[in-house]
């Protein structure tokens, strides 16, 4: 049996926060906007590994940083958590989505310090 699609209330406020939606089975879509403060690193830091738990060998799993600023270092931390605990899970296919220059970088990084670097990678939003 198939698991339910995820959607948990958005975490945070306009100024920072995530979202999580779709069936993990099929595409998992995780959503970041502008800076984290230690509240909402912390969700993060709580929910992502149970999330992540749940998507599947034939899942896409999007990671959508479009309107995400660089973070400071809970929010970095954040964000290890949620790929390591993806790092180990089968799945169909990564993709990273970010305009921000310093934002990429920084996931970029923290991408290959878990081990994340072959398998998820960036997809061209047009800006």
């Known amino acids: ?14 100024s920072g ?5 779709g069936p993990p089975h099929e595409a998992l879509r995780i959503e970041l906007w502008g800076f984290f403060d230690p509240d909402v690193a912390d969700a993060l830091t709580r929910l992502a590994p149970t999330v992540i738990q749940h998507v599947e060998l034939a899942a896409i799993f999007t990671l959508d940083a479009t309107n995400l600023k660089p973070q400071g ?20 296919k990564g993709v990273l989505l970010a305009s921000n220059v ?22 061209d939003i047009g800006t």
């Open 1 to 14: 049996m198939r698991a339910a699609e995820i959607s948990l209330p958005e975490v945070g406020t306009q």
């Open 17 to 21: 926060g995530f979202r999580v939606s």
């Open 73 to 92: 270092p809970d929010g970095q931390q954040a964000l290890r958590v949620l790929f390591r605990a993806l790092a180990p899970i089968a799945f169909k």
């Open 102 to 123: 310093l934002t990429k970088m920084q996931l970029t990084r923290l991408v290959r310090e878990c081990g994340l670097d072959a398998r998820v990678g960036f997809e």
